[in-house]
Every structure is written in C-alpha cells, then in structure tokens.
C-alpha cells in the first residue's frame, strides 16, 4: 500500500506543475486608477510604542461617474520594520524638534516602498440610500471580489466573506510569547499573507527592549 | 528702574558691533564685513562651537557637499554666503517644506525684539529689549532661543527688604512640568540673568554672604548675613507661590537633562547655541530593518512582482508523514546571473507548534537555486521537494532533515507556520499558515 501511495504520490506531483500552474481562463484584475481615490491607509503593526512594521495599505475609490459605486484594494510591499525607540536623555526637547526629519526619513521609505505594491485583493460594491439612517448606506447589488491567493493566480467571487485575521507567532520558547506578524486575508479555503520575517520581528524586540 | 543703564547700554552698543567678527579682523571695506556683523548681530547665539571653530567638514560629515571655513575665519562674501546656506539647510525644521520654518520662526523673533512687544506687556509692563542689552542682551538670548515663555511676572524692588527688581519666564511643556525657570533681576538700570541656582537649599546657604544666591539679587554690593535675612523674609510676604524664589534654587523640573549653560552629551544647555536639527536628527534618525540592499551592481532578473514571490506550498501524505514540497514557475522567481547560470538564494523557515503542549520545532534552511540561462526562456518549473533539505535552525539540537524534524514530532495537532524569502530582493511569498496532524 505504502509503495502504491508513494508512486501516486511522484505521479500527481509531475503533474501537479500544470494542475497549478496552468490557468485555462485566467481571471483578470480590474483598473481602479481612474477612480477618486477617497481614504489610504497603511496595514501596520504596532509591535510597541516606538516600534511597527508596515504591511501594505488598504485604499478606498469612488466612481467619478457613480458616486454610489466603491472600491477597496488592498495592497502589500516589502515589509518595513521600523524602530524609534531611542534613548531617553534629552528625549524631552530634541526628540521632539527632530521628529518631522525622523518621520521623512520613515516617509520617504514607506513612500518609495507604496509606490512599488502588489495588489492582491479588490473588493467592489454599490450602495444605496437606506431611510433608517439616512444615509447613504445600505448595501445594493453583488459584491464583486478579485482576490490573488499565495500561488498567485487570480480568482473572482462574487458575495463571498473576506476574512481577516492578526497572525501571531512564538518568538520564543516561553508560552506566552507571541507577537503580531502578519495579516491573513482570507476568501474560503484560499488566503494571502502579509507578513514580516521571524528574524526582523525578534531584532525589532530586542531593540526596543534595549533602548526604550 | 534707574535712568543710569544708558552708560553701559552705550559702550555695548558701541562695542559690540566692532568685536562681532571674533578671531579674525575684518577690513570694514571687505564686502564681507556688514553681512557677517549683520549676522553675528542678529544670529550669533545660534551659531555653534563647532561652526565658530571648525566650520562645516565634508569629510566629517556627508550632508555637507563641500567644506566650509569657520565662521570665526570668514574672510570673504562667498565662503560667507556658503556659510550661511548651509547654517539654515541644517536647521530647517521641516524639510518636505521649500521654506525654511525655522528660519522664519528666528526672523519673527527678532521683529519682536526690535519692535518690544513686552512694554506693553500686561505681566511685565515696561520691559525693554534695548535697555537690557538689545539683540546681544541675555533678556534677547532667552526670547531668540526659546520665543515668549509660558508664564512671565514682574516682582517690584522692595527698599525695605533690599530687594531689586525681579522678573521671571517659565517655560512649561505639554506635561505642565517646568522645561526652564529664567530668572532676571536688577543691577545698575539693567535686567541681569540670574545663572547661579543653588542647587543645595539650605538656611546656612542662603545666609551666607559668600554664597548665597541672594546676593545677586541684593541691591547691597555686599550684604550682611542679616540683610541677606531680611531680603529672604521680604520675598516670604512678597512671593507666597515661590513664583520668584524657585529659580534661585532650581532652574527645571529636568535636572538630570537639561542645564542653563553648557551642556554635553547627556545634558541640553538652556542657553546654548541649540544642536542644528539636521545634525541632530542623524543620531535620532529610526532604525529601519530587513530592506533589500544596493542591487545596482549585481545582474539581477525581477520577477512581475514588487514584494511577491507566487508560490505553491504542498502538503501530501504519501505514507501518514506529511511530505512538503513548493512549486513554482521560473519566471516567478528573482534571479541574478552569475557567470553562465542563474542563481536565486530563497530563505525558508518552518515551526511547527503542537496545539495541546504549545512545543514549538523550528526549521530553516538557505535553499540556493541554480539554473540555466535559458531555463526561465524555456518556461521552465521549480520543484522543490523540502523533506529532504537539512535543517539549519538554531533551535534544533539534532540537525537532520525536515523529514527527520516530521518524524521525531509527537503525534497531534500541529500550526504550521512557513515564511519564504529571497535573500537579496526581500520579496516574499507570503507564507503559509495550515493545521496539520501527525499520527
């Protein structure tokens, strides 16, 4: 049995490059360049008061040509771990008067770093006026979601869940020592991670630790 | 206030604009000597030791294009005006700015001074720039460091106690705790800068006509042990809040960071000519981790992809033990050339942690991957069967194989956690998060 289980086993993975590879009707992401850009934020973990890591961002359209139709896409980079902790001598006064060329430096990167993002997720919906509220809020028609699981091949569902979950880790052996480290997206059995590498997240502890 | 503060008043005057240009003596027809007395004049407590000294070091220093000769040593309008460019481009306080806030913020300090916007003031009435020094004066020192304080009062000169005039500036900060207590008191028609807090407060301190911190502010040249008594129970009745009498004793709430005068590493002088932003900021600049470096010189192959790398992370049970392997296509990847082969270097990490004891093993391994130049041309796939790789985590004592690491985990439930991450490009797949069990 052991024997016949191994050969499936070489067999379904010789073919498992095309199963997963080859796409017959790929799914092709939509455009949203040319609609009003209307919030951005950035997907961001605070691993402490001086220290994050940053994700991606998350950024809201409008239909320039229906202002009831939106979009969100959200987006990922190369994670940017940053650690300001510094030391506490003189923090009171020069802290303070060198933060805008502290925040330009960390702007100037997230900067650079948002401008070169992949997009993995775009949700699209509609709404209407709802008279309970009075605003224009009340969901209208389908939900339309493109969504780019961790093998990379796009998919497009309609009405379905996204979920989103923190993803913790143990950076250590003590049981209680987990930290945030990523985001997971996730529509049914397929999802996509944002995260920040195991080591960058243990020397951003250590840091902070050091010279908060 | 005595009228006799016109004498010193005039030899300063006189004075001081002849000795601006200190160390080097200027022909007053060099073209450079009314910008640099202009100068000195109006933005001498800024400048600092070093840009007095040393000047401006591009060897010391990359923010500085050039050197440039120290203040101290200017000599001609060109190295002047390159002085001064670089002295407001360190200090600008906003720098996504084209103006230079800073520099703006000093210039309006100044326009106050010169237009004594405290004469009329309703705290302390009749306070005057140019009587107390003008743009030089230790009253215009204070203002132009540190702008209008957060609290200011005036104490009038008590005859009966011996008791000069006193006028007192506290800056306070958004903790309400007291950054600076200025205290300015009077001597011969002009305000004086009290600089000597005792730090010891003591009766036989504040007694003693050697020491006393009340001697400053005695009109007697040299008072007794009893009259320097009767001044501190007169301010007793005159300054019930020791709004007055606490900076004798103590200058700011921050003892341990900040002094009225020169300061070092570990302690801001008050007066001092402040650190210029820029430079300062270097030190406090924030630490940035896991970036992709300089890659301008290495023949490199990108992948669609920003920051991802599209993977297939497989998980088969071929016989109980999961078997993992990834997959994926060539052009998915980040490769550099290296001589007649393409090479990536991916990092994978696995832990494995058991649902019910919370054990974690850990699995790493640098898989270093090389192909042929036309491989990606020819759409080729990778294929990476992971169990039989070593481990190379730290953690693990018995180094092995992944397979060895699956084998040796005791059976239940088990979050599997993968990172995969190119070594160079820091693109990464995401990674994985799954359950799985081992029987």
């Not at chain 2, 204070?142 to 009966?160: C, I, Q």
């Not at chain 2, 207590?181 to 807090?197: A, I, Q, S, T, V």
């Not at chain 2, 010891?200 to 007694?207: H, R, T, V």
Request: aromatic letters at 12%; one cysteine or more; hydrophobic letters at 35%.
């Amino acid at each position: 049995v052991n024997r016949f289980l191994l050969a499936f086993f070489f067999f379904s993975t010789i073919f498992y490059p095309c199963l997963a590879l080859c796409q017959t009707n790929p799914v092709i992401p939509p455009n949203f360049s040319s609609w009003n850009t209307i919030n951005t934020s950035r997907i961001e973990l605070r691993v402490s008061d001086c220290a994050s890591v940053y994700l991606g961002t998350e950024t809201d359209y409008m239909n320039p040509d229906d202002p009831m139709e939106f979009a969100r896409v959200i987006s990922r980079h190369i994670a940017v771990p940053i650690n300001k902790c510094k030391e506490h001598n003189k923090k009171s006064v020069v802290a303070v008067s060198t933060s805008l060329y502290t925040q330009k430096v960390e702007q100037d990167l997230l900067t650079e770093r948002s401008s070169k993002n992949d997009s993995f997720l775009f949700v699209r919906w509609r709404v209407e006026y709802n008279s309970r509220t009075e605003h224009d809020d009340k969901p209208s028609g389908d939900v339309d979601i493109w969504f780019r699981p961790s093998d990379g091949n796009w998919i497009f569902r309609k009405n379905i869940k996204v979920e989103v979950e923190s993803l913790t880790e143990n950076i250590g052996d003590a049981k209680s020592n987990n930290v945030f480290s990523g985001v997971m997206y996730r529509i049914g059995g397929l999802y996509h991670i944002v995260r920040v590498s195991r080591d960058n997240i243990i020397d951003l502890i250590k840091k902070g630790s050091k010279e908060s | 206030m005595k009228k006799y503060y016109l004498i010193p008043l005039f030899i300063l005057v006189f004075f001081g604009t002849g000795c601006a240009s200190k160390g080097l003596k200027i022909d007053p027809t060099n073209p450079v000597f009314t910008p640099k007395n202009d100068f000195e004049m109006n933005y001498g407590f800024f400048i600092t030791e070093d840009e007095r000294k040393k000047g401006y070091s591009a060897e010391n220093n990359s923010k500085f294009q050039e050197s440039i000769s120290p203040f101290n040593q200017i000599n001609t309008l060109e190295e002047f005006n390159k002085f001064e460019k670089i002295f407001w481009q360190i200090r600008d306080t906003d720098p996504n700015t084209p103006q230079n806030e800073y520099k703006d913020i000093i210039d309006q300090r100044i326009s106050d001074i010169k237009n004594e916007i405290f004469f009329t003031d309703i705290d302390t009435p009749g306070t005057s720039f140019k009587r107390n020094g003008g743009l030089r004066g230790e009253m215009a020192r204070v203002y132009l460091l540190h702008g209008a304080p957060s609290f200011k009062d005036r104490l009038p000169e008590n005859h009966t106690s011996n008791r000069s005039e006193l006028i007192v500036w506290y800056y306070i900060d958004v903790q309400g705790r007291h950054l600076f207590r200025f205290l300015f008191y009077e001597k011969y028609g002009k305000m004086e800068l009290f600089k000597n807090p005792s730090t010891l407060f003591s009766y036989e301190i504040l007694f003693n006509p050697l020491s006393s911190p009340l001697r400053e502010i005695s009109m007697k040249a040299f008072p007794t042990s009893q009259e320097l008594m009767e001044l501190w129970m007169g301010l007793d009745r005159d300054d019930p809040q020791w709004i007055f009498r606490t900076p004798l004793i103590e200058f700011t709430d921050y003892t341990t960071d900040i002094v009225m005068e020169g300061g070092d590493d570990k302690k801001i002088g008050a007066l001092d000519p402040p650190e210029p932003v820029a430079l300062a900021a270097v030190r406090y600049k924030p630490t940035i981790l896991g970036q992709p470096g300089d890659l301008s010189n290495r023949n490199f192959v990108f992948n669609l992809q920003h920051s991802f790398i599209p993977v297939y992370f497989r998980i088969g049970y071929p016989t109980g033990k999961p078997v993992f392997s990834i997959l994926t296509s060539c052009s998915n990847l980040d490769w550099e050339h290296v001589e007649d082969k393409m090479k990536s270097v991916l990092t994978l990490r696995m832990s494995f942690q058991n649902k019910t004891t919370r054990a974690i093993r850990e699995y790493f391994v640098r898989l270093t991957l090389t192909v042929a130049k036309d491989f990606c041309d020819q759409k080729g796939t990778v294929v990476i069967y992971l169990n039989e790789q070593e481990n190379f985590a730290p953690q693990e004592k018995n180094r092995g194989t992944l397979g060895d690491l699956v084998n040796s985990l005791e059976s239940g439930i088990y979050v599997l956690n993968v990172d995969l991450q190119h070594v160079d490009t820091k693109k990464s797949a995401g990674g994985w998060r799954e359950e799985i069990t081992i029987k």
